[in-house]
């Protein structure tokens, strides 16, 4: 049987996916270069080959995507993806590796561990671009399920059924104390010395409720005497006698950017560690150069190791 000729270009499906993302027409053309009117025509076209509506058109208030824009955003991601690996592939036929990779990170992370891993990547991949996203774990999941990100830097939190996890490194957590404080100079500190101190936490989502019920060993939780979401916040305060506070990730140094020093104690008790790892999408088939990028991952990941 033979097969029907497309009706629908990849130039069209690129503005879908831009516009879908931007929900305005201009803004869609800014981001592209191009006209107003090529995208406006470029996209009634593409409704017309596909025989449904993608965009409501809201006068002077932008667009909203249709159900079926909803439903065909992902696969229309997943095929210039595809396109792309093509390309990619003839071009790796010459001799080198091209590409983009949507990298997403859990905000607590991205400071400590991105720039890192991009920077010796790219060193031997010299043709490898990177759009990144630090956020919170809903938004990222949510990038995998919807195609807008290729892989996610994050711990094993209310991951769903259609996230593939490859756990990497198994980190339990550690106390942060002023250089000056009475415990500085013990080798390791209980949760019960920490009680009733003052607490500085990080206020992220999973990381508040974490650390919190470490202590529900020790029959209560700590009130926080300060808060922030800023990790290079919360390390400030500590250095600077507010209190102490509980991470998790390696730290190479604990020098804070103010000048003032902290230091790193591990617990006595016995308290769960959390676990990080790559998180992909099941249904988008990873393109050779975000395969690359996972497995140079994993080996830097895996060689992260907290020195207290």
Known sequence: MESQPLRYSLRQ???FVVTAEVLSFTAAAKRLHISQPS??????D?????????FIRHHASGLS?????????GQARNLLKIAEELQMAATEMDGGMTGAIALGCLVSLAPPLMPGLISRFTSEHGG???????????????GLHDGSLDIVLTYSLDLTEDIVFTPLLSLPPYAILPATHRLARARKVSLQDLIDEPYVMLDLPHSRDYFAALFDAVGSRPVPAFRSSQPEVVRGMVANGLGYSILNFPLSSTRTVDGGEFVIKRFRDNVSA??????????MKARQVVSRFSSFSESYIRRLRLDT
């Open 13 to 15: 499906l690129r503005y």
């Open 39 to 44: 995208i406006s025509t470029a996209l009634a």
């Open 46 to 54: 593409l409704e017309i080959s596909f025989g449904v509506q993608l």
């Open 65 to 73: 995507l249709t159900q079926a824009g909803r439903d065909l955003l």
């Open 128 to 142: 490898i671009s990177f759009r990144t996203i630090e956020a919170h774990q809903d938004e990222l999941l949510k």
């Open 274 to 283: 959390t676990t990080l790892g790559i998180a992909q999408s099941k249904t």
